[in-house]
Structures are given as structure tokens and as C-alpha cells.
């Protein structure tokens, strides 16, 4: 038995290429700055690991529960067609990631969609990287919708609703853009259902456990006692089902603790700071470019939160940082989110397939609108 529990939270440690490309790069950053070793832990946005931990924790709650499943099935039977079952999905993820933010929007949607892959024959993975690309598009319209857009909330002085105002453009135009891009990659065909889909119950106690230990646990983390509510989940599932805490993506929590230490790291380093004094003086179009070069090599939210010191939290920042979302994987951590769920290497690929071509359209669409703004 501790054989199998060991084997079972290792291997993926030992799996996860992307994980140790961070580690060899921070080892590789250390040896230039090693008198930053001892603050590596004040580099790290805890309160963001502690709201991770417990969302993957409640997410893998509800999927254990197999209530994603039962969910499924009601949907195959309701929407046969693949592209509507597909827009509908893309839609469900966008309007999700308007009002919560887009990770967690994610950790609803991907694992449903996953589940109609053991009921049908729909392509599970092309419909994931359009999900991906579904919560970048609509996080970006509101001031709640992703890490970034609450920074920029606070400190442009707008209120919700002329945020909403400034972003709505470039929101438009992209999820506009996916849903015709959905329609095109999407064939109105009738899904063919699998053999195996015959129902069964799902596990109502754990079900209703994960539900209401979501509500006590997103409550801690607005009073800014994420920790507590951690705890509680903790508890939980310690009660009620220890399996769920050994199938959680532990990895994907290290992935996270990485980045904002390599982060730190890469900034540190004396050519770099040099460099990034500079960025009060540059244009217009260089602030815009340098948000989303930013973005794609440590993602948006460090770039936000480096460029906000030398610039205004404007409608230039703001489309900046939201357009480089797109592009590489690394552009949003809602795309690691969402690629590391799929469990699928080849996606990686063919995210960026999509994902080039919606940064290209993002990014000169959002240079355009902000002349017109």
C-alpha cells in the first residue's frame, strides 16, 4: 500500500519535462545570484499557491464524485451536434471567466470535457485548447476575470463598469474571432456515443461536501484567510476521500513555485534591471510591444506586475498584457492550467497552432482599438 501511494505522487514528479526545465533554469539563475537563495521564499505569491492548492483539491473532489460524468452524459444527450456541443462549451468557458477568474474557470469546464471523451467520440483535445483560449478572451473583458486585470483595477482608479467599458473592444473582436475559428474547426456532424456510457450514479455526499466546502473555502480566501480555508478542505477530504489527495496535479503547484522564483531570478540579473529602468521612456508603441514580448516569456501576471511600476494602469498596458496571453503556453498560467489537465503531450504542439495566429489578431487588433479609444 505505501508502495502504490509512493509510486502514485513520484512519478508524475519524474514525468513532468516542464517542471525540471524550471528547476535547471533556477539552479542555472542561482549560481549568478546565490545570495538571493535565502529569499527565494519571500519571491513567492503564497496566497496564490494556497487558492491553487485548494481549488485542484475540490475540483478533483467533484470529478472523483463522478458527477462530471453524470453531467456529461445529460449533455450528450441534449446537444448530439459536435460544433454546437463545442460552442456551447467555448461559450460556457468564456462567460465563466468573465465574473470568476479564469483559472478557476477552467478547473469547472476542463474536467467535464474530459469525461465526454469516455462518452463519445468528440475530439477532446483540439475543444481543450479552444477553452484555453475561450477564458483569455473573456477574463480579459472585467476587472475580476484574471490576476492581471485585478491589478490594473486597483490601481487605474476606474470603476468596475468603466473597466468593463475600456476592455470590451478588444473582447469583442477576440471572442468574436474564436467563435467563428470554433465553427470552422468544429464539423456540424452528430457525435457517434460509445459503448460503455451507461449511466451511473454519482456520489452525492462527497458531491455536496465539495460544494460546500467551495463556498467556505472561496469566503476564506476574500476575508484573506485562504490558509484556514485550506485547512478546512484538508479536513474534508481526509474524512471523506483520501483518493482525491493523491490524484491531484502536486507538480503543477511546484510549476507554479518555479515560475515566481525563476521569475524574480531572471529580473535580478544586472543587464536585465538595467534594462528595465528604462521602460519609463519608452513610446507608446514600445510600452505596448515590451507588455507583450513581457508576456510571453514569464506571462502576464509578472509582467503586469513588473511593468506597472514604470508606466500608467491604462487601456495601453491593459491590452498589452491581456493580448499577450495568447502566443506561447507560457503567456497565461491559465494556459498551463489548462494543457496540464488535458494529460495529453501532443497538445503542447498544437496549442500553439492556435494560439500564434490569436496573438498576432489580438495584438494588432488591441494596437488598433487604442487609437480609437
Known amino acids: 500500500m505505501l508502495t502504490t501511494v509512493t509510486q502514485t505522487l513520484i512519478k508524475p514528479f519524474a514525468r513532468d519535462r516542464f517542471l525540471h526545465i524550471l528547476l535547471l533554469l533556477g539552479v542555472v539563475l542561482s549560481l549568478f545570484q546565490p545570495e538571493k537563495i535565502v529569499q527565494f521564499p519571500q519571491f513567492v505569491d503564497w496566497s496564490t499557491i494556497v487558492t491553487?492548492?485548494?481549488?485542484?483539491?475540490?475540483?478533483?473532489?467533484?470529478?472523483v464524485s463522478g458527477y462530471f460524468d453524470f453531467v456529461g452524459r445529460k449533455m450528450i444527450n441534449t446537444i448530439s451536434n459536435e460544433r454546437y456541443l463545442a460552442l456551447f462549451l467555448v461559450c460556457a468557458a468564456a462567460l465563466l471567466s468573465t465574473f470568476m477568474t479564469n483559472d478557476v474557470a477552467l478547473f469547472?469546464?476542463?474536467?467535464?470535457?474530459i469525461t465526454l471523451k469516455k462518452l463519445s467520440t468528440l475530439p477532446v483535445t483540439r475543444l481543450i485548447i479552444f477553452e484555453a483560449l475561450a477564458v483569455n478572451a473573456g477574463s480579459l473583458l472585467t476587472p475580476i476575470g484574471n490576476p492581471q486585470n485585478i491589478l490594473l483595477w486597483n490601481k487605474s482608479g476606474l470603476s468596475f463598469l468603466a473597466f468593463i467599458a475600456q476592455m470590451a473592444p478588444l473582447a469583442l473582436v477576440s471572442l468574436l474571432a474564436l467563435l467563428v475559428v470554433t465553427w470552422l474547426?468544429?464539423?456540424?456532424?452528430?457525435?457517434?456515443?460509445?459503448?460503455?456510457?451507461?449511466?451511473?450514479?454519482y456520489q452525492k455526499r462527497l458531491l455536496f461536501s465539495c460544494l460546500a466546502m467551495y463556498v467556505i473555502f472561496i469566503g476564506c480566501v476574500d476575508a484573506g484567510v485562504a490558509v484556514y480555508g485550506l485547512l478546512a478542505v484538508l479536513l474534508c477530504f481526509l474524512l471523506l476521500g483520501r483518493q482525491v489527495l493523491l490524484r491531484i496535479d502536486w507538480p503543477l503547484i511546484v510549476v507554479f513555485i518555479a515560475m515566481f522564483i525563476d521569475v524574480r531570478l531572471i529580473v535580478g540579473l544586472g543587464p536585465i534591471q538595467g534594462a528595465v529602468d528604462q521602460i519609463g521612456q519608452l513610446s507608446s508603441m514600445g510600452v505596448y510591444a515590451l507588455g507583450i514580448a513581457l508576456s510571453q516569456v514569464i506571462s502576464n501576471v509578472p509582467a503586469t506586475i513588473l511593468m506597472i511600476n514604470y508606466v500608467p494602469a491604462n487601456a495601453l498596458l491593459a491590452y498589452s498584457v491581456n493580448a499577450g496571453g495568447f502566443g506561447l503556453a507560457i503567456g497565461s498560467l491559465a494556459n498551463l492550467i489548462a494543457l496540464r489537465m488535458a494529460n495529453d503531450r501532443?497538445?503542447?504542439?498544437?496549442?500553439h497552432y492556435y494560439a500564434f495566429p490569436f496573438l498576432a489578431l489580438s495584438g494588432l487588433a488591441g494596437w488598433a482599438l487604442l487609437k480609437l479609444i
Open 52 to 63: 491553487l492548492i485548494g481549488l485542484l483539491m475540490l475540483t478533483k473532489g467533484v470529478e
Open 185 to 201: 474547426s468544429f464539423p456540424a456532424t452528430t457525435l457517434k456515443r460509445l459503448k460503455n456510457n451507461q449511466g451511473y450514479p
Open 346 to 351: 501532443k497538445i503542447w504542439l498544437t496549442f
Open 108 to 113: 469547472i469546464v476542463i474536467p467535464l470535457t
